[in-house]
């Protein structure tokens, strides 16, 4: 049984530090791409960013910079660690292990919010 569970959400002031942690289960994590979305109120899922298995990076122009990813294949987790936060990175953030269409999964969101 594959799961993605996120955690570390929570709330933040403007200008502050939060890590996120994802860890999938069930699957080759290594093979897979980790993805990180957000979703803000009434806005559409975007990506943050993705972590290949060799650890290479790709980032959002929103929040490069600013956002790390890391992961570590053999505790099967992810990373995002997401510093000098703004009220505009308020969301719910999720992580997605992709391998191919029929190998996809999401977690349940985990809620970030800045606000002072």
């Known amino acids: 049984q594959v799961q993605v569970v996120e955690s570390g959400g929570g709330l933040v002031q403007p200008g502050g530090s939060l890590t996120l942690s994802c860890v999938a289960s069930g699957i080759d994590f290594g093979r897979y791409i980790m993805r990180w979305y957000r979703q803000a109120p009434e806005k559409q899922r975007e990506v943050v960013g993705i972590i290949d298995g060799n650890s290479a990076t790709g980032y959002a122009s929103a929040v490069k910079g600013r956002f790390t990813f890391s992961r570590d294949n053999a505790k099967n987790t992810v990373w995002l660690q997401m510093n000098s936060l703004k009220a505009d990175d308020t969301a719910v953030y999720y992580c997605?292990?992709?391998?191919?269409?029929?190998?996809?999964?999401w977690g349940q969101g985990t809620q970030v919010t800045v606000s002072s």
């Open positions: 997605n292990a992709f391998l191919n269409n029929s190998n996809n999964y």
